[in-house]
């Protein structure tokens, strides 16, 4: 952890870390311990300490993701564009991080000491979703169009929350 701090100047390992994929567990494992109280107060004061991020906020961690370039060598990666759909009171809130964030996901935010719900986080290329029944016929099968940012369209939405996942796409 001290030598993660001192390469990239905190201590918010990724969730998904591929440079280090034990650290990143050891983490995870870290902030259970501490929940669950198995942790003892000398390894939680010394964590504390060196500045480790108890809460493990989905959005922070996000927010200084490492990703690996071809060379494999660590980059930091921007989250402005990511667009999430995070899961509040059984309905999918979209978000990417930045302006003001939906009433509902602030609530839930406010309610569960800042860590965010669960998401799914979209694809930044253009999608064209398919929503009909597959064993109809290609003619009511309703293609819809999605830019890659900015709000889904409302029937994909509407698919989504009722059905839990995304519709195909391609």
Request: charged fraction near 25%; aromatic fraction near 8%; glycine fraction near 8%.
């Amino acid at each position: 952890m001290v030598k993660y701090k001192g390469e990239h100047g905190n201590c918010d390992v990724p969730l998904s870390f591929p440079a280090d994929p034990q650290l990143a567990s050891w983490v995870a494992s870290q902030r259970h311990r501490k929940k669950t109280g198995s942790l003892s107060e000398e390894r939680a004061q010394r964590l504390t300490e060196i500045g480790f991020n108890w809460s493990g906020s989905r959005q922070r961690l996000a927010e200084k993701a490492v990703a690996v370039n071809r060379v494999g060598l660590p980059q930091q990666v921007e989250h402005d564009s990511d667009e999430h759909l995070y899961k509040v009171t059984g309905e999918y809130i979209q978000y990417n991080g930045s302006g003001p964030r939906p009433p509902k996901l602030e609530k839930y935010l406010q309610r569960h000491g800042g860590d965010f719900p669960s998401s799914i986080i979209l694809p930044r290329s253009p999608l064209v979703f398919r929503i009909g029944n597959s064993d109809s016929t290609p003619a009511f099968v309703r293609k819809i169009k999605w830019p890659g940012k900015g709000p889904l369209p409302e029937d994909v939405l509407e698919y989504l929350n009722e059905n839990g996942v995304l519709p195909p796409h391609s």
